[in-house]
């Protein structure tokens, strides 16, 4: 028997480091994150702090930055941390993104130097927590019709508006607000318990249980022009931080399919159906081969991606065909591996329904597959077909 990423020879294309940086955050998911990630998806709860300290001192939390606290490292290591975290849960890999790429991406590219000083070293040890308000209840995949303003009023900026879906929102110390200005969008610190800041969260979601989805209302929030990203102007701001958060999901959509075709496998080998282990019915693997192959194929696209995005020369494009092709065919793994494990199947006792209802989140998120669909439409034709 061979692995789904043996047959690939999936290692043979990472340095020993990368190696060992993803055995060491899957020692961590086995030990601090699977044992318990069932049941708060099951009760909608997590220790999002605790959690935030255990990310922080394994490293994870902005890890592709450098300086300020921050590892470092390679954009392959980081996919291959994000693979392993969303192979534990959705919802946890969503907090390390959300944290790491979005808030703590938005200050480090968009920051000034007392700013960076201020939150960055606290967010990497993962002492404070971060979260993106850029979506809001009538504009997600368009946010350049953003409700939300920003208006001065002498020294300060006063802040009105509503954010939705926003991740983190409940529990994070500073919320990154993008907002209409008279120049432009325009993005903030908003520190939590700012007078004028209410935060709800989302109650009765399916999907992404162990992760704290929230809405922010934004009502005369006044900030003083220190709160300003003073990097950021106009859409591209925002869009830069979503394309860093969208590059982790490329490796992380594979590593919930990775769980789910494993589980899979275990299980076709284990039960037995007319008298024979499922896993020797032919129909069976074929499932199991064409699930093979698209993971496969999507491991090999996330490390090219990756090194394309270590060289410096990646694009938007190509990180957009990465997010539609990996998370779509996770999700397909996800749904056929369902139907190996049966009625079994629909239960929290394996991880797979929990993947599938988790990727139909991320397959909306950070771009929907269509809106990816539409920015390789538009690469291939010239045409943008968006409006
Ligand atoms: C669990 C979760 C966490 C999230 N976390 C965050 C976060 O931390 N911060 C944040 O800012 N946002 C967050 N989001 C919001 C997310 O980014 C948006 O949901 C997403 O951008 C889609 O926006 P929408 O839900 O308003 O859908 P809409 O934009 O209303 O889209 C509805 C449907 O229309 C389709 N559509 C849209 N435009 C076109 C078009 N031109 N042509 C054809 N079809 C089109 C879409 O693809 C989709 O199928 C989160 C969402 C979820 C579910």
Known sequence: MITPTALFAFDTLLTEEEREIRNTVRRVCDREIRPHVAEWFETGELPARELARTLGSLGVLGMHLEGYGCAGMGAVSYGLACLELEAADSGLRSLVSVQGSLAMYAIWKYGSEEQKQEWLPAMAAGERIGCFGLTEPDFGSDPAGMRTTAKREGGDWVLNGTKMWITNGSVADVAVVWARTDEGVRGFLVPAGTPGLTVNDVKHKISLRASVTSELVLDGVRLPDAALLPGARGLSGPLGCLNE????????????????????????????????????????????????????????????????????????????????????????????????????????????????????????????????????????????AFH
């Open 245 to 384: 958060a969208r590059f982790g999901i490329v490796f992380g959509a594979m590593g919930a399919a990775l769980d789910c075709l494993e589980t899979a496998i275990a299980y076709a080998g284990d039960r037995e159906v007319f008298a024979k282990p499922l896993a020797s019915y032919q129909l069976t693997q074929e499932k199991l081969a064409d699930m093979a192959l698209e993971l496969g194929k999507g491991l090999l696209l996330a490390v090219h991606l990756g090194r394309l995005k270590e060289a410096g020369t990646i694009t938007p494009e190509q990180v957009s065909a990465g997010k539609l092709n990996n998370v779509r065919e996770a999700l397909e793994i996800a749904r056929k591996c369902r139907t190996l494990l049966g009625a079994s199947g629909i239960t929290l006792e394996y991880p797979v329904i929990r993947h599938a209802v988790n990727l139909e989140s991320v397959l909306t998120y950070e771009g929907t597959s269509e809106i990816h669909s539409l920015v390789l439409g538009k690469a291939l034709t010239g045409i943008a």
